[in-house]
């Protein structure tokens, strides 16, 4: 058996938490921190046997995984307040990713 630990934007944790129940894959979601951006994350604790750890890496990548999305920027007035009405720019932002650590479980148990 495997333990699997995956810290992934919160953003992404419902969507991949939803993926892993559908296919029967416990999930523990942890509210976490970055050290090095001191933002909140999300750690997903999953607990699999050794043949199901590529499902869990498939919903992972399906869902977590780095990619590019069109963001509309919102152009900021005075004071910080988006200025509604002037010219919103459509950009390609980078969003996603996973950091994923799998260790073996020496013991599971259910008392
Ligand atoms: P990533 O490398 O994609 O890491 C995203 C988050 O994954 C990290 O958030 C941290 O919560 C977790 N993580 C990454 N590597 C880990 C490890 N070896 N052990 C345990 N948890 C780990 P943050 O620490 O806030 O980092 C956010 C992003 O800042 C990182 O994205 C990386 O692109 C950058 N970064 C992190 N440390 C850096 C450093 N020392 N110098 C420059 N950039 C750094």
């Known amino acids: 058996m495997?333990?699997?630990?995956?810290?992934?934007?919160?953003?992404?944790?419902?969507?991949a938490v939803d993926a892993l129940a559908q296919t029967h894959i416990?999930?523990?979601?942890l509210?976490?921190?970055?050290g090095f951006l001191r933002d909140g994350n999300t750690t997903l604790m999953i607990g699999v046997d050794d043949d199901k750890v590529d499902v869990?890496?498939?919903?992972?990548k399906e869902n977590c995984a780095k990619r590019t999305e069109t963001?509309?920027?919102m152009p900021h007035g005075t004071?910080?307040?988006p200025a509604w009405g002037v010219g919103v720019?459509?950009?390609?932002?980078?969003v996603g990713g996973a950091t994923v650590f799998v260790l073996d479980v020496a013991e599971f148990r259910k008392l």
């Open 89 to 94: 720019t459509p950009m390609k932002v980078e």
């Open 2 to 15: 495997k333990m699997i630990f995956a810290v992934i934007r919160d953003k992404d944790a419902n969507i």
């Open 56 to 60: 869990v890496m498939d919903i992972l």
């Open 26 to 29: 416990g999930v523990t979601k």
């Open 31 to 34: 509210a976490s921190t970055g």
């Open 71 to 73: 963001e509309i920027v």
């Open 79 to 81: 004071g910080g307040i």
